[in-house]
T-cell receptor, first 111, second 115 residues
Framework: EDKVVQSPLSLVVHEGDTVTLNCSYE??????LLWYKQEKKAPTFLFML??SGIEKKSGRLSSILDKKELFSILNITATQTGDSAVYLC???????????WGLGTSLAVNP | ETGVTQSPTHLIKTRGQQVTLRCSSQ?????VSWYQQALGQGPQFIFQ???????GRGNFPPRFSGLQFPNYSSELNVNALELDDSALYLC??????????????FGPGTRLLVL
């Protein structure tokens, strides 16, 4: 059965710290992996990764996929209190049109 | 803002009742997916609609049903509500493309409480 595991489940840091969030997966016929940020309500899209070894970057956030070792990481540098949220990874596999989600990493950034 | 809207934002129902949740997709999108998210969990796929037909379903009983309209907006209906149906219901719209899978953009969600 396809599954995705995120770690850590929860993280508390101080403003200015750098964090690395992990997402490992076991899928048949991997197609793409997506990262989302969820604050109070709806997840907001961050990145879609399809190719191994190519970093996607947006401001202080970046992500990379390793298709050989079956994981992805999301890095946030110089964290701010506004980065406090749950970060979710999800993927598409096979011919399935549904996103399969991890439980998320809850990040709290303290001033 | 994703341009995806959902209504209502909050809803309280009692066991056994029926509920209809609504979603308007982003302009230009042809696909709507519905998810149930319990507290502290990742979203769970309910089903997806593409061009007015159900196109994929998760592990939810038949009392969860849906519709998609010609303008690509969608409804999620839940009959015979149970306490465990209390959750955040998320709708996501996307433009179906061949290949690696499309980015899904989420609405603000409807929080349902079943008493």
């Amino acid at each position: 059965e396809d599954k995705v595991v995120q770690s850590p489940l929860s993280l508390v840091v101080h403003e200015g710290d750098t964090v690395t969030l992990n997402c490992s997966y076991e899928v048949t016929n991997f197609r793409s992996l997506l990262w989302y940020k969820q604050e109070k309500k709806a997840p907001t899209f961050l990145f879609m990764l399809t190719s191994s070894g190519i970093e996607k970057k947006s401001g202080r956030l970046s992500s990379i996929l390793d298709k050989k070792e079956l994981f992805s990481i999301l890095n946030i540098t110089a964290t701010q209190t506004g980065d406090s949220a749950v970060y979710l990874c999800a993927f598409y596999a096979g011919n399935n049109r549904k996103l399969i989600w991890g439980l998320g990493t809850s990040l709290a950034v303290n001033p | 803002e994703t341009g995806v809207t959902q209504s209502p934002t909050h809803l309280i129902k009692t066991r056994g009742q029926q509920v209809t949740l609504r979603c308007s997709s982003q302009s230009g999108h042809n696909t709507v997916s519905w998810y149930q998210q319990a507290l502290g969990q990742g979203p769970q796929f309910i089903f997806q609609y593409y061009r007015e037909e159900e196109n994929g379903r998760g592990n939810f009983p038949p009392r969860f049903s849906g519709l998609q309209f010609p303008n690509y907006s969608s409804e999620l209906n839940v009959n015979a509500l149970e306490l465990d149906d209390s959750a955040l219901y998320l709708c996501a719209s996307s433009l179906r493309l061949a290949g690696v899978g499309e980015t899904q953009y989420f609405g603000p969600g409807t929080r349902l409480l079943v008493l």
